[in-house]
């Protein structure tokens, strides 16, 4: 089965200054794949990533999200989701109206937010918080909230920018259930994250350090190739975090 | 008390990272003498006036030479017709115009009376009294000249002044001690109030709380670079205005500073009290705002002098810590006034911010409790 | 498009659910025509004259009564000696001081040249010299009156007198004066200060970088800040001008949609200066240092209290570029001399470049920071 190519980057490089935050990085994500985007901090991770987004132009190389140049970010964004690290949602509004306020941002109208923000709520089981405002929710009903609110126009590719921080085992188990049935639905999802358990999940993974990728596989292969028993153990060997520049 | 310690030097480094802060911060007391000391002035300087000039003869031509030679006025404009005035006052360009009339050397010989008739554009009502009052004061100078010469010999009584503490007659004087008040309250209050919310806001606050250190550590740690900041900046202040107006502190300069760290003081407990009322920045920001900035600004005697106001505000200032700070420091820095003339002041100041003081701590403690819960 | 709609939405519901902020904007414009029109006033009420009368003959009494009798001043106390007199006025109980030496009514018997001392509080220089020339009229015309009584004929006393006429404000109604002042501070309050915390309040809090992921461009995003707090200033505005109107009966002489037309591009320009700032601060501390040194500044300026006209060649050299003076000077201009368009025309053209100017700006300073 040829399996279509939802992210291609090639070369990828990115400088600031004298700095090179990005290598040479080469890499391809599938459609459908769940990606574990791994990497100590400081590795380059987020800076490859807000490339991905659309949200910075690489110094040199080819990046192509869901068919689209980087050069052309305003394109890339309107068929990706993210979900950010920080809040993402306006804490001062309402659940239906962070909801509203997202599917009309990607375009829809009211007539099409309505009827699918229903089914959505109803899916999270969030009826009765849907006139609470964000403020009042516990962390790990925002997160969760935030995830579906990144998906609710159906993009192609939801990037997640760790996703699970600060969240009970619970809900982060929860959460990844999400991830699957995002995944099995077509959605692409493109994961960061410190939690070594959860790389496991990913359908493969990919390990930076310093600037460049050095792990690039399914979990289980890499395990084999390194030898060791689990994703952490591996990561510790081969990531070792970035030094300070003087 | 060496964590206490830790924590303040947390706080120093806090504010002294903040450049762009600091920067604004001594540059509002500098912005602020230069624009009182030499743009915004309560006096007339080069006046635009017109002159409807019917009479064109001697006396007129020597009235509107005097006047052009005068610094209050200049003379932008010859009209020929009483038409012409509203069209000129419409464009703005001048304040008034000066009407001679047709028969005046004639009238003032005869009857030894003439009246020149003066119209003011009212729209800036100060302008136009000021305008009126020096044109008439120039008017009478040359009655005076007329009139020493037909009555030499004649017993009249001319008047000496002496100006007191201010013999230059500079504007600027009444505002310095005006300006440190205003920016002792940016300083103390509205700095302190945003400095605590914002660590409420961004959850900080809560690690404090649970920390080793005491609730009155925190406060105190809190504010204490504050103090200093006020207390420096007030030096700075003064230290301007002596090089650059040459304006002394007449008075004892311990007394001065003194009670600026009364005032200091009050300051920072009403940013205390702020901050455990409101829970965004914002918020705070529009509180000291309305509350204590403006008032203080505008309804605290500092460019307007209470006694000219409506007597009603003459009472509502008095509950406000800037009017007696005001009538405490400008008699000290100007008259040279000893602290027997501003115990009573100082009093009412100093049971106000223990009042602040006592209220401030109250509140803090409840909200202590609060999210202790 | 409908984008920006959903923005709109989202920013309105923000503003609505921030009980603070809508007690602000109601209640600023009220409290601030209510309270301050009223309290800024140049007017001199009546100055504290004290006497020390050395001589106490009827000559000098009726010097006293005559200063008693005047409008202009108030007897307070009588003082021994130049001490005492010193003594009030550091205290603050006299505002000036007039010694009548013991020679008094000799010397107006030609006899000596009498000193007439007067110590003037000159703290205030303004009222100081305005104390001072109240005080030397009064003088004069007690010296017709010892000339006349010497039998001389009045018209051997020539006088030039003047006689004021006040147009547009003839009561001299410093309210009149002031209202369009207060209601610039308005427009400034509202626009500057809460629509510039608005915007660093979503960079601080990090939720503009979600919205940076988005298909929302530049522009949308600075649109969608700039119309709710358009539409607050004017409608601010208007209730400003409306209380304005019925506590203190100020007349609106020229046409009330010039004013707002007015108003509204120097709105522009201040949300133009509250976009600019915003993208030279990291957190809301910061702009609202900046914000409020700026204002400062600009009102100051601005002749809101003193005439431009009356500051040095530098001053008015920098309210070129200073919006808050056009918006001064043309407020007023329209609302109490009944100005046209042809009379402002030049004033609203150099507003309208000044706003473009600011708009620019901070679209250059939004760029740099993307």
Request: hydrophobic share 50%.
């Amino acid at each position: 089965m040829e399996r279509e190519k939802v992210i291609e980057v090639k070369d990828l490089v990115k400088r600031f200054g004298s700095f090179t935050a990005n290598d040479r990085l080469t890499f391809d994500v599938y459609r459908g794949e769940i990606f574990g985007f791994l990497g100590a901090n400081g590795a380059g991770k987020t800076t490859a990533m807000r490339i991905l987004c659309g949200l910075s132009r690489p110094t040199s190389g080819k990046v192509t999200v869901a068919g689209i140049d980087s050069h052309n970010p305003e394109e890339i964004k309107k068929r990706i989701g993210y979900m950010s690290q920080r809040f993402s949602l306006y804490e001062d509004l309402t659940v239906n109206e962070n909801i509203e306020l997202y599917g009309g941002i990607y375009g829809m109208t009211m007539r099409e937010i309505r009827p699918r923000r229903e089914e959505l709520l109803r899916r999270l089981s969030f009826t009765g918080f849907s006139d609470s405002l964000i403020l009042a929710l516990p962390l790990g009903l925002r997160q969760k909230l935030a995830f579906a609110v990144a998906l609710f126009h159906e993009p192609e590719i939801v990037f997640l920018d760790e996703p699970t921080s600060g969240v009970d085992p619970v809900t982060r188990r929860q959460f990844w259930e999400m991830i699957y049935e995002t995944a099995s639905r077509g959605i692409t999802v493109f994961v960061t994250t410190h939690y070594m358990d959860e790389a496991e999940y990913c359908d493969r993974i990919t390990i930076m350090n310093e600037g460049r990728i050095v792990a690039l596989d399914t979990p289980t292969a890499l395990r084999e190739l390194y030898g060791t028993a689990s994703v952490e153990e591996l990561f510790v060997k081969i990531a070792r975090p970035q030094r300070i520049n003087a | 008390m060496k964590r206490f310690m830790a924590f303040v030097r947390k706080e120093f480094l806090h504010i002294f990272r903040d450049v762009r802060t600091l920067v604004i911060l001594f540059g509002i007391p500098a912005s602020q003498l230069l624009i009182f000391g030499y743009a915004v002035r309560t006096d007339l300087k080069n006046a635009s006036i017109a002159v409807l000039d019917n009479a064109r003869d001697n006396v007129s031509n020597d009235l509107i030479h005097k006047l052009e030679a005068s610094d209050f006025f200049t003379i932008s404009n010859r009209l020929d017709s009483y038409d012409e005035i509203d069209a000129t006052f419409k464009k703005g360009k001048i304040k008034a115009v000066v009407i001679f009339p047709e028969d005046l050397s004639a009238t003032l010989t005869r009857e030894g009376h003439a009246t020149v008739s003066i119209i003011a554009d009212a729209s800036e009502p100060n302008t136009a009294s000021l305008v009126t009052g020096y044109t008439s004061g120039i008017m009478n100078d040359y009655s005076a000249t007329l009139t020493k010469q037909a009555t030499s010999g004649l017993p009249v009584i001319i008047p000496e002044v002496r100006m007191y503490f201010n013999p230059n007659l500079e504007s600027h004087f009444m505002f310095v001690p005006g300006i440190i008040t205003l920016v002792l309250i940016l300083l103390s209050a509205l700095l302190t109030s945003v400095s605590i919310v914002r660590e409420k806001e961004f959850g900080t606050m809560e690690v404090l709380l649970v920390s080793p250190l005491k609730p009155w550590q925190i406060i105190v740690g809190k504010v204490a670079p504050y103090f200093f900041l006020s207390l420096f900046n007030v030096i700075i202040i003064l230290l301007m205005a002596w090089f650059v107006f040459k304006l002394p502190v007449r008075g004892s300069i311990a007394l001065l500073i003194a009670e600026c760290m009364l005032y200091i003081l009050m300051g920072l407990s009403f940013g205390i009290l702020i901050s455990t009322i409101v829970d965004k920045m914002e918020n705070a920001i529009i509180i000291t705002f309305m509350v204590l900035l403006l008032p203080g600004l505008l309804l605290s005697g500092f460019i307007f002098p209470i006694e000219n106001m409506p007597k009603i505000y003459d009472y509502v200032s008095m509950i406000m810590p800037p009017r007696w700070f005001i009538e405490i420091i400008r008699p000290i820095m100007i008259k040279g006034a000893g602290f027997a003339y501003v115990w009573k002041e100082t009093l009412i100041l100093a049971g106000m911010t223990l009042f602040l003081i006592v209220l401030s701590a109250r509140k803090f403690k409840v909200r202590l409790e609060e999210t202790a819960r | 498009m409908r984008r920006l709609l959903f923005l709109l939405k989202k920013e309105f519901r923000q503003i609505v659910r921030n009980p603070f902020m809508l007690r602000a904007i109601i209640m600023v414009p009220l409290l601030q025509m209510l309270i301050l029109v009223p309290a800024i006033t140049f007017e001199i009420k009546r100055l504290d004259l004290a006497v020390t009368d050395n001589d106490r003959s009827s000559a000098s009494r009726e010097l006293i009564s005559k200063l008693a009798g005047s409008t202009f001043f108030k007897t307070t106390a009588a003082p021994m000696n130049i001490a005492g007199a010193e003594e009030l006025l550091l205290s603050g109980d006299a505002d000036l001081v007039l010694i009548i030496p013991n020679d008094f009514s000799e010397g107006l018997s030609g006899m000596t040249k009498p000193r007439l001392q007067v110590l003037v509080d000159a703290v205030n220089a303004t009222q100081a010299m305005l104390a001072w020339s109240y005080l030397t009229s009064v003088v004069r015309d007690y010296n017709m009156d010892l000339v006349m009584a010497t039998g001389a004929a009045p018209a051997t006393i020539p006088g030039i007198t003047t006689s004021p006429r006040y147009w547009y404000n003839p009561t001299l109604n410093y309210k009149h004066f002031m209202l369009p002042g207060v209601l610039v501070i308005l427009i400034i309050a509202i626009g500057l200060m809460l629509a510039g915390l608005n915007l660093v309040k979503e960079l601080e809090t990090g939720t503009l970088e979600q919205i940076n992921v988005t298909p929302i461009r530049k522009w949308e995003l600075i649109i969608s800040k700039v119309i709710p707090f358009f539409i607050l200033g004017l409608l601010d505005l208007a209730l400003g001008l409306t209380v304005g109107w019925i506590a203190f009966n100020i007349p609106f002489e020229g046409s009330i949609l010039l004013f707002f037309a007015c108003s509204a591009i120097f709105l522009v320009a201040v949300l133009g200066m509250a976009l600019f700032f915003s993208t030279l601060v990291s957190n809301r501390q910061q702009y609202l240092f900046v914000a409020f040194f700026f204002t400062m500044i600009f009102v100051l300026m601005s002749g809101i209290f003193t005439p431009s006209e009356s500051m040095p060649r530098w001053a008015q050299q920098f309210n070129w570029v200073n919006p808050v003076a056009y918006l001064m000077r043309i407020n007023r201009m329209v609302m109490l001399k009944g100005a046209g368009f042809s009379d402002i025309a030049r004033d609203m053209g150099i507003l309208s470049v000044l706003a473009m100017g600011f708009i620019s700006l901070a679209i250059r300073g939004y760029r740099k920071r993307a």
